[in-house]
Every structure is written in C-alpha cells, then in structure tokens.
Nanobody, 127 residues
Framework: EVQLVESGGGLVQAGGSLRLSCAAS????????IGWFRQAPGKEREGVSY????????KYEDSVKGRFTISSDNAKKTMYLQMNSLKPEDTGVYFC????????????????????WGQGTQVTVMS
C-alpha cells in the first residue's frame, strides 16, 4: 500500500524558510514522480513543484521559482521541499503526491485515479 507522510510544516515570519519532508513507503520510489501541492483556505489545490525520480527532472510553478527547491533522497525514500523567502501567500496545507512515471505526463496527472496523496502539513507565513 502506497503511503506518504508529510512533515516539517509550521509557523514562520515572511522571508523565513522551512523544509518539508515527504516519507514514502509501499512502492518503488525510483519508478515514481512525486509532486508538492498546496491548498489555501477557500481556494483550490494548486501545484507547486514536481520531480521525476526516474530521470531526475524537476519542474516548478512560476509562483515559487527561485525560492523553492525540490529534491529526493531515493535511498531514504524521502522527498523534500526547501522553501526560502516565504511570503504570506505561501500559506496553506502542503500535500505530497506520488504517481507512477508510467502515468505521469503533467502535474494534472497526479489528480488521476492512479495518484496517491499524503495527509498534508500546515504552513503559515506571517506578514
């Protein structure tokens, strides 16, 4: 069974940093793409960043480019999201998602029936 557990969220001042972790189990990590998504109160869930563990390619949404860095430790089966220069608009619940690279061709692919999601971790950025 695929399991994803996020951690590392918290309360931080604007301009500060946080590092989120996503511990994975129940699947072959190297064969999956992992994505970070977030959902602010009253808003739809949106993509943040993605990594294809098979070939190492990464992608960032424009809102976080230059501030966030996604990385993956395949030996530990853990994915990270380093968030720097945080802004109040980065506030939300952050989720990691996993999807076999067989089905991954865009961030929207994570929302298919084959995507698996963690429970989320809250990030609050104070102005």
């Amino acid at each position: 069974e695929v399991q994803l557990v996020e951690s590392g969220g918290g309360l931080v001042q604007a301009g500060g940093s946080l590092r989120l972790s996503c511990a994975a189990s129940g699947f072959i990590f190297d064969d999956y793409a992992i994505g970070w998504f977030r959902q602010a109160p009253g808003k739809e869930r949106e993509g943040v960043s993605y990594i294809n563990n098979k070939d190492g390619t990464t992608k960032y949404e424009d809102s976080v480019k230059g501030r966030f860095t996604i990385s993956s430790d395949n030996a530990k089966k853990t994915m990270y999201l380093q968030m720097n220069s945080l802004k109040p608009e980065d506030t939300g619940v952050y989720f990691c998602a996993a999807l076999s690279t067989i089905f991954y061709d865009s961030p929207e692919s994570f929302h298919s029936a084959f995507g698996r999601w963690g429970q989320g971790t809250q990030v609050t950025v104070m102005s």
